[in-house]
Antibody, heavy 120, light 107 residues
Framework: QVQLQESGPGLVKPSQTLSLTCTVSGGSISSGSYYWSWIRQPAGKGLEWIGRIYTSGSTNYNPSLKSRVTISVDTSKNQFSLKLSSVTAADTAVYYC????????????WGQGTLVTVSS | DIQMTQSPSSVSASVGDRVTITCRASQGISSWLAWYQQKPGKAPKLLIYAASSLQSGVPSRFSGSGSGTDFTLTISSLQPEDFATYYCQQANSFPPAFGPGTKVDIK
């Protein structure tokens, strides 16, 4: 059973960079044709897809965030990471990592989510 | 970008009721649609993919239908554990997008 777990600071100052890591257990991040995504959800609001990475390092980012997002992967640690720069209060949200398919964006495994608050 | 809408935004229902939620895409997406269930404080859970395929382990009282721009999620007999928020998501066009959600609560 694949499990994902987000980790990282819960509080980030405005203008700084948000950094989160997702650790995958129960299987190799490199096995199968899966993409690994980040998705966020502001409190009381809907879900926004941030971007994804394949274990080759190939990435796709939501155009709405592309200028500020970097997703990377460390296959030796079975982890992938998110960096979001120049954050504002609007970036305050629960951040989820999730596994998606190569053909379609179906997200079948999710982490529990981690709340990141942007505040001074 | 493809925009997703859902109706109703909330529905009050009783245990045993049949509940239907509608999702509409701003452009045709064939059958590239997923439905998720989210309970408070939890991650979304994939219920249905490809518009009508039940994810492994999901009870058969959940069903999905539709293609093109109009889709439906039906819960045939609402159970206590089904009170949650449901999201649709278009799964083919970049970037993937979720609907605003439909909250199913207790009447």
């Amino acid at each position: 059973q694949v499990q994902l777990q987000e980790s990282g600071p819960g509080l980030v100052k405005p203008s700084q960079t948000l950094s989160l890591t997702c650790t995958v257990s129960g299987g190799s991040i490199s096995s199968g044709s899966y993409y690994w995504s980040w998705i966020r959800q502001p409190a009381g609001k809907g879900l926004e897809w941030i971007g994804r990475i394949y274990t080759s390092g190939s990435t796709n980012y939501n155009p709405s965030l592309k200028s500020r997002v970097t997703i990377s992967v460390d296959t030796s640690k079975n982890q992938f990471s998110l960096k979001l720069s120049s954050v504002t209060a609007a970036d305050t949200a629960v951040y989820y990592c999730a596994r998606g398919g190569a053909v379609a964006y179906y997200f079948d495994y999710w982490g529990q989510g981690t709340l990141v608050t942007v505040s001074s | 970008d493809i925009q997703m809408t859902q109706s109703p935004s909330s529905v009050s229902a009783s245990v045993g009721d049949r509940v239907t939620i509608t999702c509409r895409a701003s452009q045709g997406i064939s059958s590239w649609l997923a439905w998720y269930q989210q309970k408070p404080g939890k991650a979304p859970k994939l219920l249905i993919y490809a518009a009508s395929s039940l994810q492994s382990g999901v009870p058969s009282r959940f069903s999905g239908s539709g293609s093109g721009t109009d889709f439906t999620l039906t819960i045939s007999s609402l159970q206590p554990e089904d009170f949650a928020t449901y999201y649709c998501q278009q799964a083919n066009s970049f970037p993937p997008a979720f609907g605003p959600g439909t909250k199913v609560d207790i009447k």
